[in-house]
């Protein structure tokens, strides 16, 4: 029995380099989790402005004593966005319904908790 080093049939084998092989990628894939970020950071201002159209600027006074909690959630609904883009990658619009709805009750939940509802 002969092995694989005295093989009566020679295949011939050809090596492209890397640069010839051009048509053999794949394709990239957009990139979701930008736009969920995007959409996280957007909706946090759209949601930080609610309260001060509401309520007028007794709201915005509330707003600069506890801005603190405030500025914590916007590094949360970028996350949020991130999180929501990436797990619906090709739903863009349910994306952005997401994480709009997500952010403002999170908005919601902090600013009725501090003013005691």
Partial sequence: MLNVTQSK?????????????????????PAYGFWGAMAGFL??????AV??????ANALFFLLYTWPFFLALLPLSVLIGIIIGTLL??????????????????FWL????????
């Avoid at 909706?43 to 930080?48: K, L, M, P, R």
């Avoid at 902090?110 to 509802?117: A, C, M, R």
């Fill in 9 to 29: 049939h020679v295949i011939p084998v050809t090596v492209k380099p890397i640069s010839a092989r051009g048509g053999e990628r794949g394709t990239e894939e």
């Fill in 43 to 48: 909706f946090y201002w759209v949601a930080f």
């Fill in 51 to 56: 309260p001060i159209m509401v309520y007028g």
């Fill in 89 to 106: 990658a090709a739903r863009v619009l349910l994306m952005i319904l997401l994480s709009g709805l997500s952010v403002f009750s999170l």
């Fill in 110 to 117: 902090v600013f009725s908790l501090l003013t005691g509802w």
